[in-house]
């Protein structure tokens, strides 16, 4: 019975963001087995949301036909600073959260060991262990979603740096006084390059009078407004959409020719919620202009490409999280 | 005779460059026992460099009362792109060289063995080995000279990256449509805080009516124009030189604050001839700039210092390549 004898033990990985958690349940061969999703209300403060972390991570148990004695560990990945060996979030400005005890409160809910890592160096992990199949040993990872972050593999390993905090990309500038960026600073990659920043360009547009289909599609205020339906209006024909994400794509290649200048990696890799629904429009653009702008000397032999995995790189980074943690 | 038994074995580091050549000769605790400088005369042609480099470096031998048989080994720095494994220089764009074995040929010469590495993680192994003494695990070395290169140390190693040319933060773009750089980019780092940028800026200025004591000191052409003129200005009062100067320190504390962001390391190294000569005038502001641009987490513990090896850090480093090699 390989399938019950997989089933009897489990992984959780969450992937804790400002406005949703997301839990999946991952087989010991770290097949995803069912998904859980949930808002994430940080306005309700810190206790509350772990609170619905532990009853994403139930119900997404639950929904599997597993119980939570089947779980043998569960990884998170959180949006800011964290310490590992604490298990504390030392600053998530998403959540408004300064040193919170999150390992030890969700492991007081559910009776489970609990690992944390930061967000995207847990996606970084999750693509590593489970789509890279060669194992580079360099390998940068930039996801672009609300904000923009990145996780580095340096010999084979997740490289954290002195205070855990490294692969902050999101927030290397690349305007000197470019647009301003949540952090207070001008011109960072995230400030030009996020859904965040693409949407905020799209509203200044339609404010100014600018014609678009999305106006058609979802209304004058664009309430709902999703990476998915940028690619919808592209396709059908909407050139303003269209060389906003052709100059975002272009920006991120320049982004991804500073990180190859710099690290000189084997693999980049480009995941998020925005390369996951824009992959065809962006990639080719991302790609040719790190090419030319990276040097010459250190650009060959070196691969960018897109996650597969695309949501689902954090959660699976908290699985593999917990399987290498509980091994 | 402890003095004669040191001279007995040294070891030789040559710092490559565009214009001139310096050659070191260090006893076995790596201390600094006489020096030579030569001019490249690149436009000659690889063969006749690679004449003068050997003739530059007996000539620093003799200059001790030494000769070339108690040299145990010669490491250079190169600039550009090198194989130290073959010992050849790929490609160096100011040298004009194109797979270069400079190893091999110099060793013809010498008839010492010789090691190669890029000239600015030589300059960071020198840093490294002689001047941190606390032995930080993560450290970024940046050198601002007629170009900017990096050099990165990860778990105390000299980190080259996957084509070994890890470190070229000079090309890092930090002015989308900023000046125009040599690698044919807009906007890098290089092209916006070496030397070559000042001067360019102080030209261009001059040339549009700016008067500045430069002039005065130097003549209209500013023909031998060099960073220290630049302080003697400034010490003069000559604010016009002043505010580029506080400029070209504040953008580079911003692409410190860059490099901490992504690597997160515990020290961050400044040197090079701009730094060398402006250290009084730039370090605060750079040391400012930094703290305020980097994430707050990121920044906590980190130091940022100016090294005292100055022009010195290459030849520091070929010596400890050498040293390190021929153990």
Chains 1, 2 share one sequence.
């Not at 959780?12 to 061969?29: E, M, P, R, S, Y």
């Not at 060389?243 to 710099?262: D, F, Q, S, Y």
Request: hydrophobic content about 40%; overall charge neutral.
């Amino acid at each position: 019975m390989p399938e019950a004898n997989s089933k009897t033990e489990c992984f959780v990985g969450v992937d804790l963001g400002g406005t949703k958690i997301l839990a999946g349940v991952f087989d010991g061969q770290l097949n995803c087995i069912g998904r859980n999703k949930m808002s994430t209300k940080a306005d309700r403060g810190a206790e509350a949301v772990i609170e619905r972390i532990a009853r994403c991570v139930q119900d997404a148990v639950d929904e599997c036909d597993l119980n939570l004695k089947q779980v043998r560990g569960i990884g998170i990945g959180a949006p800011g600073a964290i310490d590992p060996e604490s298990g504390k979030v030392v600053f998530a400005p998403n959540l408004q959260w300064k040193d919170v005890a999150l390992k030890k409160q969700l492991e007081k809910h559910l009776d489970i060991p609990v690992f944390l890592e930061n967000d995207c160096a847990g996606a970084m992990l999750g693509v590593y262990e489970t789509e890279l199949q060669a194992k580079p040993k360099y390998v940068v990872g930039i996801f672009l979603g609300t904000g923009i972050g990145g996780g580095i593999v340096i010999d084979g390993k997740l490289y954290t740096g002195f205070n855990g905090s490294a692969g902050e990309i999101g927030h290397m500038v690349i305007e000197l006084e470019g647009p301003k960026c949540n952090c207070g600073n001008r011109g960072c990659f995230e400030a030009i390059a996020s859904r965040t920043a693409i949407f905020r360009q799209i509203h200044n547009a339609i404010k100014d009078g600018q014609k678009t289909l999305l106006t058609e599609m979802l209304g004058n205020d664009l309430n709902d407004l999703r990476s998915g339906d940028l690619r919808k209006a592209i396709r059908k024909g909407d050139n303003f959409v269209k060389k906003i994400v052709e100059e975002v794509a272009h920006h991120t290649g320049i982004a991804v020719a500073n990180l190859i200048n710099i690290f000189n990696p084997e693999v980049v890799i480009l995941g998020g919620g925005v390369i996951d629904a824009l992959q065809d429009e962006m990639m080719p653009i991302i790609i040719d202009t790190a090419k030319n702008t990276a040097m010459s000397g250190t650009i060959k032999g070196i691969q960018i490409m897109a996650s597969k995995l695309g949501d689902n790189a954090g959660i699976t980074g908290g699985a593999v999280l917990a399987k290498k943690q509980t091994k």
